[in-house]
């Protein structure tokens, strides 16, 4: 767990816009420069969607591969590091795909509980949010959200990692999993519901989930 | 009156600025009452932010450098 120190992103844009045109022209250096800079986003997508090192290296090195072989096809209308996100994104859900893996059942996402009423069963002791803005983060923290994240149901954990973690549109989401945005932002609001509560049960009782 | 469910199940399209103004007309209405629900908004949205800083990571060194001559062997032989 790590928190990066990045330049501004019209900063980071105009430079890479720089480094494409170059790029595209056949310079090796530039390449690797616009590998150097986009290459921790780029494992750290496919290390939070496959949960594998081993994975997530192959997954960075065909996604840079895979933007090398169509640079000259890149028409900059999008940001470069939009591009290969989104390129790392396919490439990890793929691998995702051919996996069988033992799936947690939805009625296993926790979320807050509700009287008959419809009022919540439980109050929030208290609201914890600036201290989310304001603090270092705690690793035990980091550990309770880790976890609570990979408990979620595969759908769940895509749609939450892509969205919330990686900053991708619904739209793209909808391209990338062939879901419907209605189906993606109902998954998108239990995965929240879920974390918030992995979160909140860190804050007030003081440990993590279970 | 909305209740604490139907309020928190508009939270999403609420954020995203994408609730019709009588849905949030009452989810106003709700909030206003509701102190507990007030808490979960914010909590609710400070969740994907918190999120995102506990589950960044970098690539290590060594998976760096094999990533570059990985890059290197592979477009040497293409051209």
């Given at each position: 767990?790590?928190?990066?120190?990045?330049?501004?992103?019209?900063?980071?844009?105009?430079?890479?816009?720089?480094?494409?045109?170059?790029?595209?022209?056949?310079?090796?250096?530039?390449?690797?420069?616009?590998v150097?800079?986009?290459?921790?986003?780029?494992?750290?997508?496919?290390?939070?969607?496959?949960?594998?090192?081993?994975?997530?290296?192959?997954?960075?090195?065909?996604?840079f591969l895979?933007?090398?072989?169509?640079?000259?096809?890149?028409?900059?209308?999008?940001?470069?590091?939009?591009?290969?996100?989104?390129?790392?994104?396919?490439?990890?859900?793929?691998?995702?795909?051919?996996?069988?893996?033992?799936?947690?059942?939805?009625?296993?996402?926790?979320?807050?509980?509700?009287?008959?009423?419809?009022?919540?069963?439980?109050?929030?002791?208290?609201?914890?949010?600036?201290?989310?803005?304001?603090?270092?983060?705690?690793?035990?923290?980091?550990?309770?959200?880790?976890?609570?994240?990979?408990?979620?149901?595969?759908?769940?954990?895509?749609?939450?990692?892509?969205?919330?973690?990686?900053?991708?549109?619904?739209?793209?989401?909808?391209?990338?999993?062939?879901?419907?945005?209605?189906?993606?932002?109902?998954?998108?609001?239990?995965?929240?519901?879920?974390?918030?509560?992995?979160?909140?049960?860190?804050?007030?009782?003081?440990?993590?989930?279970? | 009156?909305?209740?604490?469910?139907?309020?928190?199940?508009?939270?999403?399209?609420?954020?995203?600025?994408?609730?019709?103004?009588?849905?949030?007309?009452?989810?106003?209405?709700?909030?206003?009452?509701?102190?507990?629900?007030?808490?979960?908004?914010?909590?609710?949205?400070?969740?994907?932010?918190?999120?995102?800083?506990?589950?960044?990571?970098?690539?290590?060194?060594?998976?760096?450098?094999?990533l570059t001559?990985f890059l290197r062997?592979k477009i040497?032989?293409?051209?």
């Amino acid at each position: 767990m790590s928190e990066q120190v990045a330049p501004a992103p019209e900063d980071r844009q105009e430079e890479d816009r720089l480094l494409l045109s170059r790029a595209q022209a056949g310079d090796m250096a530039a390449f690797e420069a616009l590998v150097e800079a986009h290459r921790d986003k780029v494992f750290g997508l496919a290390l939070r969607m496959t949960r594998s090192e081993a994975d997530a290296a192959e997954i960075a090195q065909d996604s840079f591969l895979s933007a090398y072989q169509h640079l000259k096809d890149f028409r900059g209308d999008a940001a470069f590091g939009s591009w290969v996100h989104r390129i790392a994104a396919n490439h990890a859900l793929m691998r995702l795909r051919h996996r069988r893996v033992v799936q947690a059942a939805e009625n296993e996402i926790k979320g807050p509980e509700f009287t008959d009423w419809g009022s919540l069963t439980e109050y929030p002791e208290r609201d914890w949010s600036r201290d989310a803005e304001e603090k270092a983060l705690d690793a035990e923290l980091g550990q309770a959200i880790q976890q609570s994240a990979d408990r979620l149901p595969e759908g769940y954990r895509e749609v939450f990692l892509l969205k919330d973690v990686e900053g991708l549109s619904y739209e793209q989401i909808s391209e990338l999993t062939g879901d419907s945005v209605p189906a993606i932002k109902s998954r998108l609001h239990r995965a929240r519901l879920a974390l918030r509560e992995a979160i909140d049960q860190f804050y007030n009782q003081g440990n993590p989930q279970e | 009156m909305y209740t604490c469910k139907d309020s928190i199940n508009l939270l999403l399209d609420f954020l995203d600025g994408e609730l019709t103004p009588e849905d949030t007309q009452h989810l106003r209405e709700h909030l206003q009452g509701c102190s507990p629900c007030v808490d979960f908004l914010r909590t609710y949205r400070a969740t994907p932010g918190l999120c995102k800083r506990a589950l960044a990571h970098k690539m290590p060194q060594e998976m760096s450098t094999k990533l570059t001559e990985f890059l290197r062997s592979k477009i040497k032989s293409a051209s």
